[in-house]
C-alpha cells in the first residue's frame, strides 16, 4: 500500500529562498516525517492507522488547554475506478476535552456507534480517534483495487448547529461541509493510501462492526 504524497522538487534558487525562514536539515525533517495512512481489514470493515499524524497541535490544543470543547469532523472515503468512482463514505464526529487538573484528555465520538474514552495522553487521544474510525468492505470484490481517503477538520459553531440538531446528527452536512475547502484558518488534514486490494490487506479481528 502507498499513501499519497506530492513529490516537491525545488530549484537551487528555491532552495536560498526557502533557507530564509527554515533551515535545509529541517525541511529534510518534515519530508521525511510526513505521516501515511496505513490500512487493515478485518473481513467486514477496513481500519486506518496514522502513527506520525498529530492533529492535537496549534490553536485546537491551546482551545483545549483554555478549558474549551474542540470538535472534529472526519469522513472516510472508499474510492475504486482510479478515485473516479465514490464507493462508500463514512463521516464522523469526535468531541475532545481536556482536565485541567489531570492533564488528560477525553475524546467521545457521535455517530451510529457513540462510544467514549478519558485520562488519555494527547498521542492515546489521537490513536484512539483513528482506531474507532471504520469504513465497510461489503460488495467490494477481493481482488478490486481501490483506494482509502482519510479526511479530518475542525468544526466552528456555525458548521456544528448545522449538523446537529432533533433527529441527531445530519450526514447530509457533514458529506457538504466535506465538500467544501477549507479556509487557511481553519485546520484540516487529508491522507490517502492505494491502490489495495482486500486479498493483500493485513487482516486484523474485528474490533467494532457498523452496517454499511
Request: charged share 25%; with cysteine; proline share 7%.
Amino acid at each position: 500500500m502507498a499513501a499519497v504524497w506530492r513529490d516537491v522538487r525545488l530549484s537551487r534558487r528555491s532552495w536560498l529562498l526557502a533557507g530564509l525562514t527554515v533551515s535545509l536539515s529541517r525541511g529534510l525533517d518534515y519530508f521525511s516525517e510526513a505521516p501515511s495512512l496505513g490500512v487493515t481489514w478485518d473481513g467486514d470493515n477496513i481500519h486506518i492507522t496514522a502513527p506520525r499524524l498529530h492533529f492535537l497541535t496549534g490553536a485546537p490544543l491551546n482551545r483545549l488547554r483554555d478549558g474549551g470543547t474542540v470538535v472534529y469532523l472526519s469522513q472516510l472515503t472508499l474510492l475504486t475506478d482510479s478515485r473516479a468512482t465514490i464507493f462508500r463514505r463514512v463521516p464522523d464526529r469526535l468531541v475532545l476535552s481536556y482536565d485541567l487538573w489531570e492533564e488528560r484528555f477525553s475524546v467521545t465520538r457521535l455517530g451510529s456507534s457513540p462510544r467514549s474514552v478519558s485520562h488519555l495522553s494527547a498521542s492515546a487521544a489521537e490513536a484512539w480517534c483513528l482506531d474507532t474510525l471504520l469504513i465497510p468492505a461489503l460488495g467490494l470484490a477481493p481482488d478490486k483495487p481501490f483506494w482509502i481517503r482519510f479526511e479530518l477538520r475542525t468544526a466552528d459553531g456555525k458548521e456544528l448547529s448545522s449538523v446537529v440538531g432533533e433527529p441527531g446528527i445530519s450526514i447530509t452536512r457533514l458529506i457538504e461541509i466535506f465538500s467544501r475547502k477549507p479556509g487557511p484558518e481553519e485546520p484540516h488534514w487529508m491522507l490517502e493510501a492505494g491502490p489495495l486490494r482486500l486479498s493483500e490487506l493485513t487482516r486484523t479481528p474485528g474490533r467494532e462492526r457498523r452496517s454499511g
